[in-house]
């Protein structure tokens, strides 16, 4: 039997001296156990040596519970379902609404192209009075030089054509193509050495004034409403833009006499 001794500080002293293997069982009740008060005194001098083959019971880890890969899969879905950071992907019909609304988009924005921007040259000639007949019936008018080459009538074209169909019966709208011999003579009566050129004329065929090239279209639409109210003289008169010089006309003869292009 081993010497136990209830005095903490001569246990250093002591060394067993028996085998390990044959130490009592009743020796091994008084091994106490770590406590978190590492101050406590022990009161065991011998302990026995501890087997590595035997498991600990210090620290034992939870049985795991074999799950099934349905199981698995059911708990991955739910959490996916609950978890409101990821998006979800659209359905048909969300695509369907997406296309519908895309194509009364591009529907709208073509009709709108076509209604302020579709305008053309060729169709304000058609739709202007001959000159003499302007000069005849006792209106205001409106005379516009241009050319078909012109990159700035083409531009103002819409614009024309809005302040065309505003003032439609109390002033005329008349169309001079530059290009056309015929009109030399009106060519030098207005001094047109750029195009476009819009000489604003009384209801006597008298000029008020006249402006040229490329101007904001209120201009032109205060200028024929002066004329449409039969005012004296016009607010935007001698006003002069970007324009087109006239020297780069290509002169031809128009045969047709109604002909005022």
């Not at 020796?27 to 978190?36: G, K, V, Y």
């Not at 302990?47 to 939870?62: F, G, I, L």
Request: aromatic content about 8%; overall charge negative; glycine content about 6%.
């Amino acid at each position: 039997m081993a010497r136990v001794t209830s005095n903490p500080v001569g246990l250093h002293r002591f060394r067993p001296c028996f085998r390990t293997a044959q130490l009592p069982q009743q020796l091994r009740a008084f091994i106490p156990s770590r406590t978190n008060d590492h101050r406590r005194l022990q009161t065991v001098a011998c302990q026995k040596t501890p087997n590595p083959s035997e498991p600990s019971t210090s620290e034992k880890s939870p049985p795991v519970e074999p799950v099934s890969g349905n199981e698995v899969s059911s708990t991955v879905m739910s959490s996916c379902s609950t978890d409101p950071g990821i998006p979800e992907f659209p359905n048909k019909n969300s695509n369907r609404q997406v296309a519908v609304v895309s194509t009364l988009a591009a529907l709208a924005l073509f009709l709108s192209g076509r209604l302020d921007f579709g305008v053309s040259l060729k169709d304000l000639t058609v739709a202007a009075l001959p000159y003499e007949e302007a000069l005849s019936n006792g209106k205001p008018t409106v005379v516009e030089f241009y050319a078909d080459w012109c990159e700035v009538c083409r531009e103002l074209a819409p614009d024309v054509y809005k302040v065309e169909q505003q003032y439609k019966g109390r002033v005329n709208f008349v169309m001079l193509n530059v290009d056309n011999t015929k009109w030399e003579q009106e060519l030098d009566e207005f001094g047109v050495e750029g195009i476009p050129h819009f000489a604003f004329l009384d209801k006597e065929g008298n000029e008020e004034g006249n402006v040229t090239g490329r101007l904001p279209e209120k201009y032109l639409r205060e200028n024929v409403d002066a004329l449409s109210r039969g005012e004296a003289s016009i607010p935007h008169a001698r006003v002069v833009g970007q324009y087109s010089s006239a020297e780069n006309r290509k002169v031809h003869q128009i045969v047709d006499p109604r002909s005022h292009g």
